[in-house]
């Protein structure tokens, strides 16, 4: 259980490292993201089966890597009228 709990730990920080830099200066991006992480990770506190701790750890890292990957965020240039 030790070992599936540092795991979890570990897929925890990184999703909220990823977030910072994905969401870098969109304040209510990093909000409501960091919230969704920490509700999902609470709702699932009490799951104590290692066959779905490492569904939920997998489920986790599959997530980061899609947001790390897949998600652009575009800033608007004022002066361009462009993003």
């Given at each position: 259980?030790?070992?599936?709990r540092?795991r ?32 999902e990770?609470k709702?699932?506190k009490?799951?104590e ?17 899609e ?17």
């Amino acid at each position: 259980m030790t070992s599936a709990r540092s795991r979890v730990l570990s897929i925890y920080k990184k999703l909220h490292q990823t977030r910072k830099v994905v969401f870098n200066e969109d304040e209510t991006a990093l909000n409501i993201v960091r919230a969704k992480i920490n509700d999902e990770f609470k709702k699932n506190k009490t799951v104590e089966d290692d066959l779905d701790i490492e569904k939920l750890i997998k489920a986790a890292q599959e997530i980061e890597t899609e947001l790390r990957t897949k998600v652009v965020q575009a800033k608007y240039d004022p002066k361009s009228g462009n993003y």
